[in-house]
C-alpha cells in the first residue's frame, strides 16, 4: 500500500476495485500479519482466520453471487490474491486454491446439482476443498505420467492413486482428484472427481518439515479402493483443460 506506484497503476482502477483491496489490505496488517510470524516457525495454518476469509468475500471471489461469492471482476480477485500473498504466500495459496483450483472446476465443470450443493459452503469457508493433481513422480508431467487410476465399479468407480505436495491436503472436506477412467473408449481419459473426506480408502498424509510455504497446510493424498457413486465425477471435463 505505501509502496511507490511508478507506473500509476492505482489510476487504472474501478473505485470498487480500490475499495476491496484496501478493505482485504487492512485485514491483512490487522489480523494477519501479527500472528503469521509464530504460524510460519510452527509450521501450522491459521485455522482461526478462514472464517474471516469468508466474510471478507476472499473464497471463490470471482464467482458470481448467486452462489454466495462475491462475484468480483478478473482484476479484483487479483488485487484481493495480492494482498494476502504480501504477507504470507500460503495464506494466499489456501484462498487461491480454495477459489480457483476447487471452487472454479466445480461452477465451470459441475453439474447444477454439484454446484448448489459444494459452492455456498465453501464460499462460508464451511467446506475446505483441495486439488488432487500432482502426483509423487510427475511433478511437471502429470497428464504423461498420471498413475492415479478409476475403473467403473456397478454403478458409480473405484479410485487408486495418490497425489502429492496438495495444498489444504488435511484440512480438505472435499478433494478434487484427477485420475484416468478406463475403459472408456479405450482411451483412458482425465476425469475429475470429487472425493468426499471421510469417503472409505481415502486419507491424507500432512508433510512435515518444509523450507518454505511452512504456513500452508501440505499433504499427501492416498486413494486405496475409493468407491464414489456415478455422480462423483465432474461431467463437463475429460482431460487437462
Known amino acids: ?17 480500490r475499495l476491496i483491496r484496501d478493505s482485504v489490505a487492512r485485514w491483512v496488517k490487522d489480523r494477519l500479519q501479527p500472528g503469521i510470524g509464530e504460524h510460519w516457525q510452527r509450521g501450522t495454518f491459521p485455522t482461526d482466520l478462514v472464517p474471516e476469509m469468508a466474510e471478507l468475500g476472499l473464497l471463490g471471489a470471482h464467482l458470481p453471487t448467486e452462489f454466495g461469492c462475491a462475484g468480483a471482476t478478473a482484476t479484483a480477485y487479483g488485487l484481493i490474491m495480492q494482498e494476502p500473498e504480501r504477507c504470507d504466500s500460503g495464506i ?21 446439482e454439484q454446484r448448489q450443493r459444494w459452492l455456498p459452503p465453501m464460499a462460508r469457508g464451511e467446506v475446505i476443498g483441495c486439488f ?3 502426483e509423487p513422480d ?5 497428464g504423461g505420467m498420471m498413475r492415479t487410476r478409476a475403473v467403473p465399479d456397478g454403478d458409480g ?24 477412467l ?12 470429487l ?43 475429460r482431460g487437462l483443460r
Open 1 to 17: 500500500m505505501n509502496s511507490p506506484d511508478y507506473y500509476d497503476v492505482n489510476e487504472l482502477l474501478q473505485p470498487e476495485e
Open 138 to 142: 510427475s511433478g511437471s508431467d502429470p
Open 195 to 237: 472425493v468426499e473426506r471421510d469417503t472409505p480408502g481415502f486419507s491424507s498424509l500432512p508433510i512435515k518439515n518444509k523450507y518454505s510455504l511452512r504456513a500452508s497446510d501440505t499433504s499427501e493424498l492416498v486413494l486405496e479402493d475409493v468407491r464414489l457413486p456415478a455422480d462423483a465425477i465432474l461431467p463437463g471435463v
Open 92 to 112: 494466499r495459496s489456501f484462498a487461491s486454491v480454495q477459489g480457483s483450483l476447487c471452487m472454479f472446476p466445480i461452477f465451470a465443470f459441475g453439474s447444477e
Open 132 to 134: 488432487g493433481l500432482t
Open 182 to 193: 478406463a475403459g472408456e473408449d479405450g482411451a483412458n481419459p482425465i476425469r475429475g472427481f
Open 157 to 180: 468407480y473405484l479410485l487408486n492413486g495418490s497425489k502429492m505436495w496438495i495444498t489444504n491436503g488435511s484440512l480438505a472436506h472435499l478433494a478434487i482428484v484427477w485420475a484416468r
